[in-house]
């Protein structure tokens, strides 16, 4: 069964096209990285994904349902989406912050449970972010409020979680540590993680699949060997490379000339 399902996929302002006729599959329990440089369309599809945006053409398919079909409570169940700013203004507590992912499965003026507080406990467990439960959001640094954030969309108990470049402003201590976290999910929850990184290495690493994009089309889809190729990466990129496996992690390693 596929998480989900991308047919000739179209979105643009005006008559300027972003996406071109974008068709992929997804299956579940997979992590798919999406690459490719700054404009080639990353965060739009994302966004798309998740139903910000609608499409000017195309159909988008979530668990075998046109997610037109789905209404929000309950594609918020299936999808949660940890946006590229995690900056937070407003002053409450990490539990405050990780109880908002209950909100689709609560009726109006519906308090939370002891289920729900349940759920957020093993969310803030499993992101090691238990500790900072009664922390102001504020207070908190970059790495630990990325995790905070993962851990919101952990307790809308999706089966998909789409990131928007979660690793871009961290330093490569927090990097290694958000995709390690989001691995453990994939791998003993079994949920679906899309997620857009700049780091073509650090995606090669952790991905089942990588989507190459540029210009609003794809260049790859497959292995991490299949699609980070000289030839696509000078395509996409412009910029030459040489392409190496690394021998502490066995994944393929990309230097630029």
Excluded: C, W
């Excluded at 966004?47 to 929000?72: H, W």
């Excluded at 299936?78 to 590229?84: D, G, R």
């Excluded at 519906?110 to 959001?137: C, P, S």
């Amino acid at each position: 069964m596929y998480a989900l399902e991308v047919k000739n996929l179209k979105f643009g302002y005006a008559k300027d096209l972003i996406l071109k006729d974008v068709s992929f599959s997804i299956e579940k329990g997979k992590f798919i990285s999406i690459i490719g440089p700054n404009g080639s369309g990353k965060s739009t599809l994302l966004k798309n994904l998740n139903r910000i945006y609608t499409p000017k053409g195309g159909e988008i398919v979530v668990e075998s349902v046109d997610i037109n079909m789905i209404k929000a409570k309950e594609l918020a169940k299936k999808i949660a989406l940890v946006p590229q700013n995690t900056i937070i203004d407003y002053e409450f507590t990490v539990e405050d912050i990780v109880l908002m992912g209950r909100h689709p499965y609560k009726g109006r003026f519906q308090r939370e449970d002891d289920n729900d507080y349940e759920i957020v406990k093993e969310a803030l467990e499993m992101t090691n972010t238990f500790h900072l439960k009664n922390r102001i959001i504020t207070e908190l640094s970059g790495g630990e409020r990325q995790r905070v954030i993962i851990a919101k969309a952990l307790a809308q108990n999706p089966s998909i979680i789409l990131l928007d470049e979660p690793t871009s402003h961290l330093d490569i201590n927090h990097q290694i540590e958000i995709l390690n976290l989001l691995r453990k999910l994939n791998r003993e929850k079994g949920t679906t993680i899309v997620v857009v990184i700049h780091d073509i290495n650090l995606a090669s690493r952790y991905s089942d699949e990588v989507i190459m994009l540029n210009e609003g089309q794809i260049v790859g889809i497959g292995s991490p060997e299949e699609v980070i190729t000289k030839e696509n990466i000078e395509f996409a990129y412009n910029i030459k490379v040489v392409i190496e496996k690394n021998k502490y992690t066995d994944a393929i390693y990309l230097t630029a000339l």
